[in-house]
């Protein structure tokens, strides 16, 4: 009994004398469809194994032999096909599906730590992962910012009144609380002027550094701070104000 083996799969066969002489030598893998030589791929195998290597067929060229005038070349139909691969297949090299899959599941966690550890800030701002953000910082020795829309602090009150030393001024008062349980940023200020009608004659925001006397970053829970302003009265026409809360990364209206 004789054997071949494909090289493009490595799978093994049995093949027989009359499928050599059949299309000079050309046989068709059952397995691949490849097409090959199976007179240089003859190998014996060894106690039913394959060899880590084929072992081709002797070369049958003589010195000073006439060779008989060429065959046309079988059709690929004509080429008979090895089929049983009942008898065994070369090992395929490489890592164990297992291994492959715990190595993918390794490099997913390593990506997803790497975009939480570059965009937790923006991610904090969704409660339902700042939890996990805290966890993963804790690790990394990072930090995280809170959400910045979550909470702003409550106005308890505003006043304003002629300012005390200038003429056509006026002093803006405000008191406001951090009602959460965490440090929130200090928010920005927007007051607004109008006239006797409720036209708006001036608008302005204005930042802790310049309603604070002495600004910090953030306001610790159930604090009050005093806020105060040294305004210009628009036009002198100013009758009414507002004054609104806003978070730092909110767009005042």
Known sequence: MMYTRCPECRTAFRITLAQLKAADGLVRCGRCDAVFRADLHLFAPAEGRAPERPVPAPSDVRPNVVRPRPKPAPRREDIPVVSDASLFQAPRRGLPAPVWALLALLAAATLVAQFGYFYRHELAQVPRLLPALERLCALLECDVRP???????????????????????????????????????????????????????????????????????????????????????????????????????????
Not at 151 to 160: A, F, N, Q, S
Not at 212 to 217: H, N, S
């Open 147 to 253: 959400p910045l829309h979550a909470v702003v602090p409550e106005l308890l009150g505003t006043r304003i009144a002629a300012h005390p030393r200038y003429a056509n001024a006026l002093r803006l008062q405000a008191r406001f609380v951090n009602r959460s349980d965490r440090a929130q940023p200090l928010p920005l200020m927007q007051v607004s002027f109008t006239d006797t009608g409720g036209r708006l004659l001036a608008r302005r925001t204005f930042t802790p550094q310049e309603y604070l006397a002495q600004p910090a970053d953030e306001l610790a829970p159930n604090v009050v701070a005093d806020a105060r302003l040294d305004l210009t009265n628009p036009d002198e026409k100013a009758s009414g104000y507002e004054v609104h809360l806003y978070a730092p990364r909110t767009r005042a209206r």
